[in-house]
């Protein structure tokens, strides 16, 4: 059985902590896109840690970990984050890595530096990871694949030709010191015996696994809304976040994915630029932020304040519709209990109408929320582990969003750690 966990929101809404809970159950946990950019934060009893790379289940010895070829693949990012957890006391994780994988090299990363340098004030907020000129070198057929580190011909033709298209820009564009061929070789043979022990055709291992009637679990990044064509493009990632892209990015039949579990907050947060209708200001932002996730809503990766904002159901009830959800899990609710009211955005006003349809980008741009306010609970709700010992606003305000939603909330998450869950 396959089960995909995605974001609803623009990412951070807690998957690194339901997919760790539910890896307990699984046998195999693959990434099937993004890369190094985006962080999940997990508490465990080995202690608290910021993965970038590795999926979220590699605290458990008996689960298998996949980095699917949609990744956007760093190695030695990866390599580091094993050793990492390695010497702080977790077993040694089994990770297999895509040949079909495609790799992120030092200068991808160097041009989303140049890049956001050279647009300066107009710059998409990248995390400079190198995600999106990865990707774009990947679809404009000039990515290497894990496979072709294993030809070296290959690779010196691959690296002349990659040479002269980047020298250009760097000279005319960026006015950067220029990239010599043998250095990108010599790197990629760095890469290749680093990530060597790891590689394997992971879409046919999958395949056995799905027909043994293993349990799989796809672990997406960032959120719906980050998505590049259903997202608010141009603020989006490069590699699409949707649970179908789960089919494709870890190469396996669509029909497979059987459970959608989308990881939708409790009240909104978003990184970096980007429309954002219910977002808060000021001090009340300030409150929210301090209290907000596990130790206040800064990044994972970049350590970057996030914004954040009341629960907005337009676009959450887009974001579970466009991942196709079958169970919501609503996540970090017990922030919320310091609220004596907490209003909630139930609908855009663009152009004189109000809707609850979430609109393209140019017209999100002049969207006003409408809110509601729902009476707030005033006690701290960590601890408890059953749906109806939850005060009565608590629930009003879950079955509240549910209506609005359209889709079950079958999971709550009341704190950061593995049991901090109440099922529905
Ligand atoms: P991800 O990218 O979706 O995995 O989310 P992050 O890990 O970036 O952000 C979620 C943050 O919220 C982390 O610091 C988690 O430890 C924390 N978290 C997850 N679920 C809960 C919850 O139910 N309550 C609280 N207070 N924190 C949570």
Not at 27 to 41: E, K, L, M, S
Not at 215 to 221: D, H, P, T, W
Request: proline share 5%; charged share 25%.
């Amino acid at each position: 059985m396959v089960k995909a966990i995605v974001g609803a929101n623009w990412g951070d809404e807690g998957k690194g902590k339901i997919t760790d809970m539910m890896a307990k159950e699984a046998d195999i946990i693959v990434r099937f896109q993004g890369g190094a950019n985006a962080g999940h934060t997990i508490i465990n009893d080995y202690g608290k840690f910021a993965l970038h790379t590795l999926p979220s289940g590699v605290f458990y010895s008996h689960t298998t970990s996949i980095i699917g070829n949609g990744v956007a693949l760093n190695i030695p990012v990866l390599v580091e984050e094993i050793q990492s957890i390695v010497s702080r006391g977790v077993p040694k994780p089994k990770i297999l890595v895509s040949n079909r994988a495609q790799i992120v090299m030092s200068y991808h990363v160097l041009f989303d530096q140049y890049e956001e340098e050279r647009l300066g004030g107009k710059s998409f907020g990248s995390t400079k990871s190198g995600i999106a000129p990865f990707y774009s070198d990947k679809y404009a057929k000039i990515g290497f694949q894990v496979s072709e580190l294993f030809d070296e011909e290959t690779l010196k033709e691959k690296t002349e030709r990659i040479c002269e298209m980047k020298n250009v820009m760097l000279e005319h564009l960026y006015h950067k010191p220029l990239f010599k061929a043998e250095d990108l070789l010599k790197e990629l043979l760095e890469y290749r015996d680093m990530i060597a022990p790891h590689v394997c055709d992971t879409s046919a291992y999958l395949w056995k696994a799905i027909k043994e009637g293993k349990n799989i679990l796809l672990e997406g990044q960032l959120g719906s809304l980050k998505d590049p064509d259903h997202g608010i493009y141009p603020m989006v990632t490069s590699s699409s976040t949707l649970a179908a892209y789960g089919a494709i990015g870890a190469g396996i039949p669509p029909y497979e994915i059987s459970k959608i579990i989308t990881v939708c907050k409790a009240y909104s947060s978003a990184v970096g630029a980007g429309a954002f209708v219910s977002e808060i200001f000021d001090e009340e932002a300030d409150e929210l932020r301090r209290r907000g996730g596990d130790g206040g809503e800064f990044g994972a990766t970049t350590g970057r304040p996030r914004r954040v904002g009341w629960f907005d159901a337009v676009a959450s009830k887009y974001g579970c519709r466009m991942q196709g959800t079958t169970d919501v899990a609503f996540t970090v609710l017990d922030v919320l209990g310091y609220l004596d009211e907490i209003p909630v955005c139930v609908g855009y006003e663009i152009d004189g109408e109000l809707t609850t349809e979430f609109p393209p980008t140019v017209k999100l741009a002049q969207a006003k929320p409408a809110f509601e306010t729902l009476p707030g609970w005033k006690c701290d709700i960590r601890g408890i582990r059953k749906y109806e010992d939850l005060p009565e606003n608590c629930r009003k305000y879950i079955e509240f969003i549910e209506e609005k939603i359209g889709f079950p909330i079958t999971m709550v998450s009341n704190g950061p750690g593995r049991d901090d869950i109440i099922y529905r």
